[in-house]
């Protein structure tokens, strides 16, 4: 009897959760979305019209690392490459701009999101609501796989910070999508790759945040397996 209130129990926050969220998304804009994130969100989404996404692309979904890459096609040598990053993005900007990858059919997407709702989460002293980054990730996969049961998912682990409780926040982030053990995403964890005593590696960063050139380069390097044969 008991298990099953606790079973109903995480049903209604569950529910509640995801209400709260269309609610607040429809009637209020995206959470956590200031004017300047709101004119590029726009702006990038703009852009991403004129190069629109084809049948068979390989595309990155996600915030500034993503963005701050530039042209992928060139860095991995490979056209069907795309960059869809928007710097400052949350998990909830992503969820709320998903009709592009559903209406068009990529083979692979690529997602990393996340380390802009721990900023926000930890800014706003909402760090108890740090597990609906991971939930809002898995509802990001499992849009994309309803809409496209062939395109194949890999979810990005979120890197190291400089700040060491940012890192620890991402590293409990990676641990609950790790967890989750589903058939519609593989988890890849290059975590520790940019790691450095136990925060991100200085010369793998411009700011401690975002990446360098070489940094990129440890990317590119620990992605390429998982992209030569696609």
């Known amino acids: 009897m008991r298990l099953r209130r606790n079973v109903l129990r995480i049903l209604f926050t569950l529910t509640f959760t995801c209400t709260a969220f269309n609610l607040f998304a429809g009637e209020q804009g995206i959470p956590y979305q200031n004017e300047w994130l709101k004119e590029h969100y726009q702006s990038r989404m703009a852009l991403f019209d004129t190069q629109p996404i084809k049948t068979g692309d390989v595309?990155?979904?996600?915030?500034?690392?993503?963005?701050?890459?530039?042209?992928?096609?060139?860095?991995?040598?490979?056209?069907?490459?795309?960059?869809?990053?928007?710097?400052?993005?949350?998990?909830?900007?992503?969820?709320?701009?998903l009709q592009e990858i559903e209406n068009n059919s990529p083979a692979v997407v690529f997602l990393l999101i996340g380390i802009n709702d721990i900023f926000n989460l930890y800014y706003e002293r909402e760090i108890q609501n740090l597990s609906n980054t991971a939930l809002n990730i898995r509802q990001i996969v499992s849009k994309i796989n309803a809409s496209l049961p062939n395109t194949k998912i890999f979810v990005l682990g979120l890197l190291p910070d400089h700040r060491d409780y940012i890192t620890v926040m991402a590293k409990?982030?990676?641990?609950?999508?790790?967890?989750?053990?589903?058939?519609?995403?593989?988890?890849?964890?290059?975590?520790?790759?940019?790691?450095?005593?136990?925060?991100?590696?200085?010369?793998?960063?411009?700011?401690?945040?975002?990446?360098?050139?070489?940094?990129?380069?440890?990317?590119?390097?620990?992605?390429?397996?998982?992209?030569?044969n696609l």
């Not at 990053?85 to 992503?94: E, H, L």
């Open 172 to 228: 409990e982030v990676n641990r609950q999508i790790e967890l989750s053990n589903s058939d519609h995403f593989t988890f890849l964890n290059f975590h520790d790759s940019f790691s450095i005593d136990g925060t991100m590696n200085p010369a793998l960063t411009t700011d401690g945040t975002h990446l360098n050139e070489a940094g990129y380069q440890v990317f590119k390097e620990q992605l390429m397996p998982y992209l030569k």
């Open 59 to 97: 595309v990155f979904i996600g915030d500034s690392l993503t963005e701050l890459g530039a042209n992928w096609s060139i860095r991995f040598d490979n056209l069907k490459v795309r960059n869809r990053g928007i710097s400052g993005d949350t998990t909830y900007g992503v969820l709320e701009r």
